[in-house]
């Protein structure tokens, strides 16, 4: 079975500064990893997936995320900040054998002040 | 078009009362997803379509049922609403539910009300 915890429930910064969200995970073997973003009265949307190979991955508009093995962690970052990235970030995992079941995290809401 | 279709937006129910929701894509996807999401709690997948065989999971077996007449569209039924039923329902679809690496497509959402 595999677990996902996102620590922070809400998170605020101002735009142009840096951001790390983060994403904890439990899992017995190695797993697909995935961050989300729903912005508001729309559906989730994928932002970027790892599974393999260099551990940073690059996403959309910007966003970046590392694993790390030794820690469990899938985190989101990016450089700068804009206004319109305020939404909900939700983190996912998913293992293999053909049971692709993903699981969330509770979700992250960023607020960006102009 | 990538985008998934959910009516209504919203809906409101009497308790005891039978909800209906659809779920529509026109992505050709293979697996169908139906998650129920309430506030300040992660997306719970309560069972999912791939092709024509339903899987649905065993903490909520009983409590939700779903057809699919046919690839594009899912529905998700509730026979008798409770007031735990109030939740936002999320419809997801994807192209291989094998490949574990596929990504999710999601509609906006139901938020059912249930009263």
């Known amino acids: 079975a595999q677990s996902v915890t996102q620590p922070d429930a809400r998170v605020t910064v101002s735009e142009g500064a840096s951001l790390q969200l983060r994403c904890k995970y439990s899992s017995s073997v190695t797993p697909y990893l995935f961050w989300y973003v729903q912005y508001p009265r729309q559906g989730l949307q994928l932002l970027l997936k790892?599974?393999?190979?260099?551990?940073v991955v690059q996403g959309v508009n910007g966003f970046e995320a590392e694993f790390s093995k030794s820690n469990s962690s899938f985190h989101l970052r990016k450089a700068s900040v804009h206004w319109s990235d305020s939404a909900v970030y939700f983190c996912a995992v998913s293992i293999g054998g053909g049971n692709y079941k993903p699981t969330f995290g509770k979700g992250t809401s960023l607020v960006v002040h102009p | 078009d990538t985008t998934v279709k959910q009516n209504p937006r919203y809906k409101l129910a009497r308790v005891g009362k039978p909800v209906n929701l659809i779920c529509s894509q026109t992505m050709n996807h293979d697996t169908m997803y139906w998650y129920q999401k309430k506030p300040n709690q992660a997306p719970k997948l309560l069972l999912f379509?791939?092709?024509?065989?339903?899987?649905r999971e065993a903490d909520t077996f009983e409590k939700f049922q779903s057809s699919r007449p046919n690839n594009s569209f899912c529905s998700l039924y509730i026979g008798s609403a409770g007031l735990e039923y109030s939740a936002m329902y999320l419809c997801?679809?994807?192209?291989?539910?094998?490949?574990?690496?596929?990504?999710?497509?999601f509609g906006p959402g139901t938020r059912l009300t249930v009263l």
């Open positions: 379509y791939y092709d024509k065989i339903l899987n």
């Open positions: 997801a679809s994807s192209r291989d539910r094998r490949a574990n690496y596929a990504e999710q497509f």
């Open positions: 790892y599974y393999s190979g260099d551990p």
